[in-house]
């Protein structure tokens, strides 16, 4: 049963990822446990081993942490493969990027807020707390450009992508081969070849250069 959202119960959250080297990663953990009604339980570098730590948990974590930029499988596809699994998991998307086709696709994978790692950490501690309530959250750095995103594109979808589309994307501007990324989000190299093709078909790029130019220039990629 998840602990209801009150903090007169310590909120139990794991941090998957957020900074690839354990004493940044320390340094996360002691910022929330300054607050009592915070406990930090689990502590991943990758998607894989998050998804280990998550399936053998009992209980599990009430918040997830989550970077969107792991190493190998990504926050995104991290995100959507714990939802599947359990639709009542609570993830805190907290990552370096701030433009709004980040931060609404990570909401559409599920993430119920996203906080950016320039924001004031008492934003994190903030974000977590409600999170752990069932509230959505933005920093206060993104909400204004998430707002008038929304706003131009009411319906649509950031730039046709699905979620996968976008994890997939990702792993090609980082230079990983169709097979990589067959294996990496356990995938058939065909069913990658296809997304690639839906991709560029959707954003409109003849060339893998023209995309790669248009991800560089509206900045889904550092």
């Known amino acids: 049963m998840r602990r209801a959202g009150l903090l007169a119960e310590a909120a139990q959250a ?10 940044v990663r320390e340094g996360y953990r002691r910022l929330l446990e300054l607050h009592e009604d915070l406990q930090v339980v689990a502590e991943a570098a990758d ?5 280990q730590q998550w399936r053998t948990m009992q209980p599990r974590p009430a918040v997830l942490v989550i970077d969107l930029a792991l190493p190998g499988m990504g926050g995104l596809e991290l995100i959507g493969r714990l939802r599947q699994r359990d639709p009542e998991v609570r993830c805190l998307a907290f990552s370096m990027y701030r433009d709004a086709v980040w931060v609404t696709q990570a909401l ?9 790692k320039s924001s004031d950490p008492a934003q994190l501690v903030h974000a977590v707390r409600e999170v752990h309530a069932g509230r959505r959250v933005l920093g206060s750095d993104i909400a ?3 707002a008038r995103h929304l706003i131009e594109h009411p ?3 950031p730039h046709g992508l699905t979620p996968r589309e976008f994890e997939v994307l990702r792993l090609l501007l980082a230079g990983c081969s169709p097979r990589q990324i067959a294996e990496t989000l356990c995938l058939s190299v065909k069913t990658v070849h296809n997304i690639h093709y839906q991709i560029k078909s959707k954003l409109d ?3 893998d250069f023209e995309l790669a130019r248009l991800a560089w220039r509206q900045g889904w990629v550092d």
Do not use: F
């Open 155 to 157: 319906t649509a979808t």
């Open 47 to 51: 998607a894989e081993s998050a998804l």
């Open 108 to 116: 559409r994978a599920g993430a119920l807020g996203y906080v950016t």
């Open 144 to 146: 204004g450009e998430v």
């Open 205 to 207: 790029t003849p060339s």
């Open 14 to 23: 794991a941090l998957m990822g957020p900074g690839a080297k354990p004493e």
